[in-house]
């Protein structure tokens, strides 16, 4: 397994170079530019490539990471999960001692790399609730953020396409809620799995529970429904892909430099009686020169949700107490920086399954693979051209949960879900190896509206450290007690009848987790993270005495600083993030050039 990831990942596609795509500072055409974007993620991509519409402003992108161009694992969907972890195209991270999972440590990846996250994710493409974007509304005091208003940027984003093998996709989405001529490409999977009538038939058989959704991306989430994903033509679609190669890239006014991780901000004066934070200093590695740019109008500040909580708390924007304790004086104190993290705990259930129709050879045997590997080169189909699900499930507690006689329910309203199921038509066991014989299936479950909050600090003033990150998984009541149902919600899916001829039995754990205690125990002992963190600089009202941007994603206390990224969502999403995402940058690249 570790041999075949390494070699997936040697794999590349030879690909053209370009024009303003550099890679040393010593290449750089000038240091001032309109706008330095930290970042070149998911949402600096958006912010980017929108500011370079404008012949007249300029700007200059540094991403610490380097190219996706001809990177093979990033291009073909089914081969994304080996980007990570641990790889040149990850951060590496790894969370602190998980008390809430018995005391583990989980790898926390983050793309490091041309697209960010984006261009190493599992490309499940999901809006979340109308009612997430309403409560960024109410909690922020700025109508802009509410659903109703957020619907325009959708048609900018999404580029619905067909799947890769052309199936007929009527009753598999809503094509009314869709775009088809923005930026990312959109559609369902390209191949079919032995799981897909077998779910269908679920949602008729059990409906009250497990009703079909024919849209989840319409706003209302609840129910099954098939995978939307940032895929088209067989191939991912990434912020990379989309905004800064499909023609941005050549634009003489937008400059682009990898191999560039940014150190530090640089305070360059007062404005209007608030320290003024223009200059930017870089470094391609620890003790490595260091350069400083400077952006006229703005810095905008893309890390991303552990990123941008790092370079702000290096710059000595953060908890005083807490910086000073890593020899670092705070110019803003602000408390919030950093605090608030909130992720979406995860947990795989595995069963055994009947057949060879799992797709479980596919990383077994390295004929089988190459077989794929080889259809995918010549025509773009096959099951390479899946991600990791062809369905997901958003699911809510019952009103009568005895949960809620303690604690009020956490979802942003009525419509929305307290956890997740995503179906798997593999062994999808985060770090451990397909066992060599068997075929196997995969319900993940996680924990949607999760009422945990973490955080994630410096541990050090040498920027190239890496900081503490304590997403605080199942540590709430709530938290175990929605995983713990979840796990219930799977068994009784998999009791339906459209599962008697194909599950053999449960695997592992799962097999003997039948009372509430034993399902705790395997529930601390098994799960991880779906890679969702958000909220570490969040957004709140102007003036209000916590979070970090004001509805406008300006910085707090300074000037020329922004924030655009999943740190300043004030609740995780009803769903997986990347959608939500993109929507946050292009709106925020509208105010920027309002
Ligand atoms: C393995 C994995 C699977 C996922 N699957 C899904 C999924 O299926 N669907 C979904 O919706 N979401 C998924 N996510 C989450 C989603 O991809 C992220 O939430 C989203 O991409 C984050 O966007 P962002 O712009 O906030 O940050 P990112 O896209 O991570 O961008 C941050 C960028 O800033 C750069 N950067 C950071 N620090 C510095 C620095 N000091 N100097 C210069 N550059 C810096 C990074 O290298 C990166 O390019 C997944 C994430 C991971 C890691
Ligand atoms: C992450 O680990 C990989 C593999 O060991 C290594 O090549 C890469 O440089 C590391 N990246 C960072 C940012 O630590
Ligand atoms: C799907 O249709 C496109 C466009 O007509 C075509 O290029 C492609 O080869 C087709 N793919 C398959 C698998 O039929
Ligand atoms: C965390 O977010 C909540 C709102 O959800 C807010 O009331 C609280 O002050 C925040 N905490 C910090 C330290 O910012």
Redesign the pocket.
């Known amino acids: 397994m570790r041999s075949l990831n390494a070699w997936i990942l040697s794999l590349s596609l030879a690909v053209p170079t370009f024009a303003a795509l550099y890679t040393s500072p010593s290449q750089l055409p000038r240091t001032v530019y309109d706008y330095i974007v930290i970042g070149a993620g998911t949402a600096g991509s958006v912010v980017a490539s929108r500011l370079t519409e404008n012949p007249s402003i300029s700007v200059l992108v540094l991403e610490a990471g380097v190219t996706n161009e001809g990177v093979l694992a990033s291009i073909v969907p089914f081969l994304g999960p080996s980007l990570a972890p641990n790889t040149v195209y990850d951060w590496n991270y790894t969370t602190s001692a998980q008390s809430g999972y018995n005391g583990r440590t989980v790898p926390y990846p983050r793309g490091r790399m041309l697209g960010g996250s984006s261009s190493i994710n599992y490309m499940a493409y999901t809006r979340g609730s109308s009612e997430d974007f309403d409560r960024y509304a109410a909690?922020t005091g700025d109508p802009g953020w509410a659903w109703g208003n957020m619907k325009q940027f959708m048609t900018k984003i999404e580029k619905l396409v067909p799947p890769a093998d052309n199936h007929s996709t009527a009753g598999q989405l809503d094509p009314s809620v869709h775009s088809l001529n923005g930026a990312i490409s959109v559609s369902l999977p390209g191949f079919p799995t032995a799981l897909d009538d077998r779910i269908m038939a679920t949602t008729r058989e059990l409906p009250a529970e497990f009703p079909f959704n024919l849209d989840m991306n319409d706003g209302n989430v609840l129910g099954i429904g098939w995978f939307q994903g940032t895929l088209g033509g067989g191939k991912r679609s990434s912020a990379a892909t989309a905004y800064l190669q499909s023609g941005q890239i050549n634009r003489p006014n937008l400059h682009v430099l990898i191999n560039a991780q940014v150190t530090k901000l640089v305070k360059t004066g007062i404005v209007s009686g608030l320290p003024s934070f223009r200059g930017v200093q870089f470094a391609s590695q620890k003790g490595g020169t260091t350069t400083t740019v400077y952006g006229n109008k703005e810095v905008i500040l893309s890390a991303g949700s552990i990123g941008t909580p790092t370079i702000l708390q290096l710059s000595g924007i953060g908890p005083k107490a807490a910086l000073k304790t890593v020899g670092i004086t705070a110019i803003v104190d602000n408390?919030?920086v950093g605090?608030?993290l909130s992720d979406h705990a995860l947990l795989v259930n595995t069963y055994n399954v009947k057949g060879s129709d799992s797709f479980d050879n596919l990383f077994r045997d390295s004929n089988t693979f190459s077989t794929s590997l080889s259809q995918w080169t010549s025509s773009l189909s096959g099951p390479f051209t899946d991600g990791i699900a062809n369905h997901l499930a958003f699911l809510r507690l019952p009103s009568s949960a005895s949960i809620f006689k303690t604690v009020k329910d956490p979802a942003p309203g009525p419509k929305s879900a307290h956890y997740e199921f995503i179906f798997s038509n593999l062994w999808v066991q985060p770090g451990i190896p397909v066992p060599a014989t068997g075929g196997f299936m995969s319900i993940t479950t996680c924990v949607i509206s999760p009422t945990a909050?973490g955080f994630t600090k410096i541990s050090s003033s040498d920027p190239f450290a890496k900081p503490i990150i304590d997403p605080k998984f199942l540590s709430t009541p709530f938290d175990i007690f929605t995983m713990k149902e979840a796990v219930k919600a799977v068994q009784r899916f998999t009791s339906a009848k459209a599962w008697k001829d194909y599950i053999l039995s449960p695997f592992g754990a799962l097999a003997t987790a039948t009372t509430d205690t034993i399902i705790e125990t395997y529930v601390r002992n098994n799960a991880g993270t779906v890679f969702h963190p958000t909220?570490t600089a969040?957004m709140?009202p102007k003036g209000?005495?916590?979070?970090?941007v004001d509805p406008n994603l300006k910085v707090k206390g300074v000037e020329g600083l922004r924030i655009v990224d999943a740190s300043i969502m004030?609740?995780i999403p009803n769903g997986h993030p990347q959608a939500p995402i993109y929507l946050i940058a292009e709106r925020a690249a509208a105010l920027i050039k309002s």
Request: no cysteine; hydrophobic share 30%.
């Open positions: 909690v408390p919030s605090q608030n909050r909220g969040s709140s209000a005495k916590w979070g970090v004030p609740f």
